[in-house]
Every structure is written in C-alpha cells, then in structure tokens.
C-alpha cells in the first residue's frame, strides 16, 4: 500500500504547481497526511501537513503563505498547491501517512515515488 505524489516540473521563479498525493487500496480521508521534500545534497525535511481528525494543517517558516495543503475526500486526494516558487523550492516531493502531524518523520509511511519539481529560470 502506498501513497503516490504526482504534478511535480520545471517551473519559473515565481510560478505555481499543484502536485497531488493518492492512494490505491485506501481512504485518505482519517489519516495525517504530510509532504515532505529532498533537495540535492539535503536531508528529506517536513513542509506541510494536514490533520486526519479535523484537518487542521501545519507549514514550516519556510513555506508558510506560499504553500496550501488541502484535501478532497471524494477524490481520495491530498494536494498541495504552491505559489510563488523559489529556487530553493527545488527538489523530489513526497507524501506519506501518520497518525497525525505530530508523528516524528520515522513513523510516516506508505512512502511512494516522488515526484521531482524544478526551479529554474
């Protein structure tokens, strides 16, 4: 079982992407669900998740105001829309699933592919 991010490209500075996170073989709707990314030469590092209770959401500083998590029940979907992209927003993107946001990074799983978003002008 495993949760698949999708939407990622090369984009300019300044610009927007949806990606998407889905899933085959489960419900989304009750599970924590987090994005997380991984630069070149970087650590995967936590920038965005959505509560599986009452979907309240949490940004780090880093992208707070730019990036929006939501999700769609009906689609089985967690999105997350980034604006006002940077270069420092380059990198392979990633979802996964908790019991809630609070759940260090070891305790996310069903990791999928990523999904690669370029910065680039």
């Known amino acids: 079982v495993q949760l698949q991010a999708s939407g990622g490209g090369l984009v300019q500075p300044g610009g927007s992407l949806r990606l998407s996170c889905t899933a085959s073989?489960?419900?989304?709707?009750?599970?924590?669900i987090g994005w997380f990314r991984q630069a070149p030469g970087t650590e995967r590092e936590g920038i965005s998740c959505i509560s599986g209770s009452d979907d309240t959401t949490y940004y780090p500083t880093s992208v707070a105001g730019r990036f929006t998590i939501s999700r769609d029940n009906a689609q089985n979907t967690v999105y997350l829309q980034m604006t006002r992209l940077i270069p420092e927003d380059t990198g392979v993107y990633y979802c996964?699933?908790?019991?809630?946001?609070?759940?260090?990074?070891?305790?996310?799983?069903?990791w999928g592919q990523g999904t690669l978003v370029t910065v680039s002008s």
């Open positions: 073989g489960f419900t989304l709707n009750t599970l924590a």
């Open positions: 996964a699933s908790a019991f809630g946001c609070e759940a260090s990074m070891a305790e996310f799983g069903s």
